[in-house]
Nanobody, 125 residues
Framework: QVQLVESGGGLVQAGGSLRLSCAAS????????MGWFRQAPGKEREFVTA????????YYADSVKGRFTISRGVAKNTVYLQMNSLKPEDTAVYYC??????????????????WGQGTQVTVSS
């Protein structure tokens, strides 16, 4: 059974940091590109960042460039999202997503085949 399980969300003050984790199981996710999306209340789900299978290529939305960093664990079936200098507008449910290609296909939801349940990130001002 394919599973993506996020953890690490919570409440943090503006300017603070959080680290999200996504543990993938059920397939050889170490061969696949993975990413993070987020959805704020009343808004559509939006792309945050993605990483290719090896971790050698990363992609970021303009809104998080320079503040967020995506990485893969040694076994490559875990993906991390380090979020620094958090802003109230970063408040959202953050979702881990996995493609079934080794390369980055794009920033649209349809470019990803598996999804986690999401973890809430709340940034207070």
């Amino acid at each position: 059974q394919v599973q993506l399980v996020e953890s690490g969300g919570g409440l943090v003050q503006a300017g603070g940091s959080l680290r999200l984790s996504c543990a993938a199981s059920g397939r050889t996710f170490s061969n696949y590109a993975m990413g993070w999306f987020r959805q704020a209340p009343g808004k559509e789900r939006e792309f945050v960042t993605a990483i290719n299978w090896s971790g050698g290529s990363t992609y970021y939305a303009d809104s998080v460039k320079g503040r967020f960093t995506i990485s893969r664990g040694v076994a490559k079936n875990t993906v991390y999202l380090q979020m620094n200098s958090l802003k109230p507008e970063d408040t959202a449910v953050y979702y881990c997503a996995a493609s079934t290609t080794s390369y980055y296909r794009g920033s649209a939801s349809v470019d990803y085949d598996y999804w986690g349940q999401g973890t809430q990130v709340t940034v207070s001002s």
